[in-house]
């Protein structure tokens, strides 16, 4: 009788609560790993969205650190390629051969309509005479502040025209904020903060940036600029 009792295996009831506890853990399991998904997508989409504001401000603030004195002779009239306002910056700088064309180039730094929230747009233009001009798959380049420049047709972006001379990039595909200010010596007026520098044949001796997209904050920025230099004039 003992025997038997030993060998005889497992009751329904006991079954059924073995495979209740089955079911629970599993339930459990499945739970945790959906819970870790989820977090991870999380974490990965925050991180794209800080990375891309981090590469965005890296490369303003480099660009804006090799910044070069030049000017050209636009209708007659000399006119210094560095000039911007609150939300727009246009400065001369190197960029190097991975854009297509090593050397220095105008750099257009603007806001964009783009739906709920502006884009932040970086156009190119190698600084040579025959690609300023402008030739039929290139815009001609029109000072910052001329309202024509501002207005016109600048083509398509992430397509590099004429072996890189030419180039429009997104940097960023929806901004919250972009205020930009001028440090130093206008002419008329003192060392101080400005929100503009047009028509000024000094450099600001830096410029403060603060940029931020719907998610994401940082603080602002204080690029110094390079000293002093000659303007050299490029006549066409």
Same mark, same amino acid.
């Given at each position: 009788m003992i025997g038997s009792d030993r060998s005889r295996g497992f009751t329904l009831v006991e079954l059924l609560i073995a495979l209740s506890l089955i079911g629970i853990i599993t339930l459990l399991l499945f739970s945790g790993l959906r819970? &870790? #998904?989820?977090? *991870?997508?999380?974490?990965?989409?925050? #991180?794209?969205? =800080? !990375?891309?504001?981090?590469? $965005?401000?890296?490369?303003?603030?480099?660009?804006?650190?090799?910044?070069r004195?030049? $000017?050209?002779?636009?209708? &007659?009239?000399?006119?210094p390629v560095f000039a911007g306002d609150a939300e727009a910056l246009e400065w001369v700088a190197p +960029? #190097? @051969?991975? =854009?297509?064309?090593? &050397?220095?180039?105008?750099?257009?730094?603007?806001?964009?309509?783009?739906?709920?929230y502006p884009r932040l747009v970086l156009t190119r233009w190698l600084f040579h005479p025959e690609i300023l001009e402008g030739t039929d798959e290139i815009p001609a380049w029109e000072p910052l502040m001329d309202q024509a420049g501002l207005a016109g047709d600048l083509g398509p972006f992430d397509r590099d025209l !004429? @072996? &890189? $001379?030419?180039?429009?990039? =997104?940097?960023?595909?929806?901004?919250?904020?972009?205020?930009?200010?001028?440090?130093?010596?206008?002419?008329?007026?003192?060392?101080? *903060?400005?929100?503009?520098?047009?028509?000024?044949?000094e450099l600001p001796e830096a410029v403060r940036l603060s940029l931020s997209t719907p998610s994401q904050d940082w603080p602002?920025?204080?690029?110094? +600029?390079?000293?002093?230099?000659?303007?050299?004039?490029?006549?066409f």
């Open positions: 819970l &870790g #998904s989820r977090s *991870w997508e999380a974490v990965d989409s925050v #991180s794209e969205r =800080v !990375a891309d504001l981090r590469i $965005a401000r890296n490369f303003i603030e480099r660009a804006l650190r090799q910044t004195a030049q $000017a050209v002779v636009f209708d &007659g009239v000399e006119v +960029l #190097s @051969a991975h =854009v297509g064309i090593p &050397g220095l180039y105008v750099l257009r730094l603007t806001l964009e309509e783009a739906g709920e !004429a @072996a &890189g $001379a030419y180039g429009r990039t =997104v940097l960023l595909p929806q901004v919250a904020r972009l205020q930009l200010e001028y440090f130093g010596q206008q002419t008329g007026f003192g060392r101080e *903060w400005s929100d503009e520098w047009i028509e000024q044949r602002a920025a204080m690029i110094r +600029l390079p000293g002093p230099d000659v303007i050299v004039d490029q006549g």
